[in-house]
């Protein structure tokens, strides 16, 4: 069956491994939410664990809710490059960060303009550097209650602990902090490299219920 996914920042490791082992539809049509991994990623760094957020252009009160699709990125912050430094900082010891770097720092190179399309893009990059397939379908309506798609749209709250059981992996700071489990795609992907894509095909995933 297809799953039901929120495109995010940089995907944390369970969502990719999600993408990575399933038939993937993305959600185009629902309401963006705060203190979601729609606009937010967590890697490792010499502090431990650490938040990238993307700001974005709040509408007022009287607009009411506003679609994902139409949430503006706020560029008047210069987030790219102290995302990108933030990047280089904690991964440039790690294995492979000098070899996606170059596939990598365009992203961060001009402004963009939406937080969905931004989002995608930022997976499809992942995707193709892991030689895997990019999701291509997408709703066109929404579905509270989705038909013949499993709902895997709860993998969107950032305040929600995952219960899977996620391998170690060695990470740059784990002799300080331990291993810091489901992190941004980046960290599997700067650490592990052409393995990435093995690992997480290899996760073991559940059910993937709410």
């Not at 992203?107 to 193709?128: A, R």
């Amino acid at each position: 069956m297809r799953l039901l996914l929120h495109p995010t920042y940089f995907p944390n490791i369970v969502t990719f491994a999600v993408i990575a082992q399933n038939e993937v539809c993305w959600e185009m049509e629902d309401n963006y939410q705060k203190q979601t991994y729609r606009n937010r990623c967590y890697i490792c760094t010499d502090k431990g664990r650490h938040l990238l957020n993307i700001p974005i252009k709040h509408v007022g009160g009287d607009h009411g809710r506003q679609k994902y699709k139409e949430v503006l990125v706020d560029n008047a912050y210069p987030w790219q490059r102290n995302h990108w430094r933030t990047l280089q900082t904690a991964y440039r010891t790690s294995p492979f960060f000098e070899f996606y770097e170059d596939d990598l720092a365009p992203l961060y190179g001009k402004p963009h303009k939406f937080l969905l399309d931004f989002n995608l893009h930022t997976i499809s990059n992942v995707c193709e550097l892991l030689q895997m397939d990019m999701p291509e379908a997408k709703t066109s309506t929404f579905e509270k209650e989705p038909k013949g798609k499993q709902d895997c749209r709860f993998l969107v709250n950032a305040k929600k602990d995952i219960p899977t059981v996620q391998e170690n992996y060695v990470q740059v700071f784990g002799d300080r902090h331990g291993f810091i489990k489901n992190t941004s795609i980046l960290d599997l992907l700067f650490n592990e490299g052409p393995n990435a894509l093995n690992y997480l095909q290899q996760q073991e995933l559940g059910s993937m219920k709410e």
